[in-house]
């Protein structure tokens, strides 16, 4: 039996129990799975082995060179952190990427910056083959010294124009030929003759009444509504059949698209960002000395809160391909120990294929609404989180609107939020927590979110929560939190595999082996379904 009640808790095997439990499968994922299966019910888990840089077919590079030192002439940065280091940064930031790319080089020491004139960021990536590298975390240090950082950030990764034709307004675009109600790699469309192979095309739709009616957001969402904003998923064209008018994608599509919505293919404008980096440096914001942090108090001008309100320190937003790799966040000297960012640390913003990885991100001084106080922030599709670290945040992980999907949480740890990591607004398809160990944290999938305007209603569908460990049951503002994981997903939601002391379900999804995760294979859901997609014939696609 897979179906639980509704908010019924389960702790089903005690520590000695799973240590003596034998070694087992889930139903969903037998040892000859392969994409698309699905079980008599028609349940199934997505293929998310195409997350991160270049989809997990190449390592993250270690690029030589060539390397720009900035304390050398002509920057001369100082790394004692006396003086503001901003322009000269920039100005080695710019020159190496109009020469074509290269390391940008933070040698030891502490560089005060922070945004300059009329900037909505201290340093900015624009260029593409840009690494910025520090010499270690704990090593190289990047001070944010301004307080005054509403809706900035420290260091901005960025295209310098593309768009995905993701907003409510209405965009032209190839209608497709049939529905695509679960995922498919293969397009057909009324017309192909306007695209070309390699082209970022994107897969969508429109929030008509009946998406509406079909999500169950009847009467608390609207048709065409700004706020909603589409299902999109953005996909590199891999091959055109002329004859059979399609399009075979380099990522599956996750699914809900249906011609009565008007799901069609639109043209990207621009291009994205690419083959950028950030590592090995520690990054740290001095603390607003205001006291005003209220909830709601971000939209109040005067106060500390609207000061630091949507405040990140690192944004990457249209980029794909890219890494964040080895960057700490700390605490600047005069800051409490439990301040390091004034809001959020980490947001992905319409970025494809990047991987954070071994990053460690604590202690945002507000944690108030409106979107603030997150550590790592997905508004993003089929990027990878791995081996991160993030404590003491408001929501120390989180996925976030229509167009999120494909993201990978891999071997990470989450210690006391003050809320869940979560799924948040709207509907995020198809994402996977692998392995999150939660030290007084939990994880949540709602059915329905009543606030926000619009209503933030259904967050997400066809999750996963594989194999969480659990250390300690989290206490947060809103009281215990007697549950590792809460799902209650639109649709069907799967939790596979819970451990650890702290290991109970409230779910009315699929849910397994509650208690028995240390033995359930593979371990990693994501590791193995991207070994089985490397030993896959090249010619085999997706369904």
Known sequence: MHRFPLIALLSLLSAGGVQSAPAWRSALYPEDWRPGQVDAAGRFLHDFSHAGYHRGDQPIPDVAGPVTDVTQPPYNADNTGATDTTRALQQAIDAVGRAGGGVVYLPAGTYRIAPQDADNFALGIRDDRVVLRGAGAGRTFLLNHSTRMRDKSVISLAARSAWWNSGSKEVPGVLL??????????????????????????????????????????????????????????????????????????????????????????????????????????????????????????????????????????SLTFVENAWVRRVHTYAPAGNDANVHVLSNALRLSNTRLVTIADCDFKFPQYRGGGGNGYLYCLNAQDNLVRDCKAEGARHNYIFGAMHTSGNVILDCTAKDGELASDFHMYLSPANLFDNLVCDGDFIEARALRPWGYPMHGVTTTQSVFWNTRGLRYATTRLGAAPALVYSHQFGDGYVIGTRGPAHAVDSSDFVEGVGTGDTLVPRSLYLDQLGRRRDRPASAPSP
């Not at 008018?245 to 008007?262: C, E, M, N, S």
């Not at 603390?287 to 405040?311: E, I, L």
């Open 177 to 314: 030929t049939a529905d695509l109600s679960g995922p498919s790699n293969v397009i057909p469309v009324a017309d192909v003759t306007p695209f070309s192979v390699g082209e970022l095309v994107a897969v969508r739709n429109n929030i008509t009444q009946s998406y509406i009616d079909r999500l169950g957001m009847t009467g608390k969402w609207t048709a065409g509504h700004p706020g909603n904003r589409p299902l999109v998923y953005a996909r590199r064209i891999l091959s055109i059949d002329t004859e059979q008018r399609t399009l075979t994608l380099d990522i599956p599509v996750r699914g809900f698209l249906f011609t009565a919505d008007q799901a069609r293919v639109v043209k990207t404008t621009g291009r994205m960002l690419s083959e950028v980096g950030l590592e090995d440096f520690s990054i740290g914001m001095v603390r607003h000395p205001g006291a005003t942090f209220a909830d709601d108090a971000y939209g109040k001008a005067g106060t500390a809160a609207h000061d630091v309100h949507a405040s990140n320190a690192l």
